[in-house]
């Protein structure tokens, strides 16, 4: 009813006090989709540009505050799991140096594949027994584990057949033993 009232009074020449419901209307029919299609003035205070430029602003400060929340989400997950999660898993801690695999280093299923980790430096302690006990014997290594670690989140290298070496995850052992 006032859109009526307004263009036939001749659109704020005589009305001025419905510029401020123009306004509303505008914006209204930016945010709500079924509003799109109502009557327009013919001559509106705003460009249709300049509805754009609003809308464009305000798509670009939600963008940026999305792409700024959503790395440290992230990166906060993925370093509480790194650091607490203690998995416990079935695995081999072979040596294949000698059949130009590679030399000591776990292979623990993990879901559908076979994850190859190295033991940290400070795990070394718990390892080595298991290590010194297989040297008995000869030929390639496979020492059936079950082995309590959590990833480190670190790369270490490890020395394979003919000179070269290959880069695998490290882990923290917990807890070892023969199985």
Not at 37 to 48: I, N, R
Not at 69 to 87: G, K, W
Request: glycine share 6%; with cysteine.
């Amino acid at each position: 009813m006032l859109h009526v009232k307004a263009v036939l009074n001749g659109f704020g020449c005589k009305n001025r006090d419905l510029i401020p419901d123009l306004y509303f209307n505008a914006f209204r029919r930016l945010i709500h989709p079924f509003h799109a299609f109502e009557p327009t003035f013919p001559q509106s205070p705003l460009s249709l540009r300049a509805y754009y430029n609003i809308l464009e602003k305000m798509i670009k400060y939600v963008v940026i505050l999305i792409g700024l929340m959503f790395p440290v989400a992230c990166s906060q997950s993925v370093v509480e799991s790194a650091e607490n999660d203690l998995i416990t898993k079935k695995g081999l801690l072979l040596n294949q140096l000698a059949v130009d695999g590679c030399s000591w280093h776990f292979a623990v299923a993990m879901g559908d594949e076979w994850g190859q980790y190295l033991a940290s430096d400070q795990s070394n302690d718990l390892v080595y027994p298991l290590i010194e006990k297989a040297m008995t014997l000869t030929g390639t290594y496979s020492i059936g584990v079950e082995i309590t670690f959590r990833l480190t989140g670190r790369k270490k290298e490890v020395e394979c057949g003919w000179g070269k070496h290959l880069s695998m995850d490290e882990i923290e052992v917990v807890q070892i033993r023969e199985v």
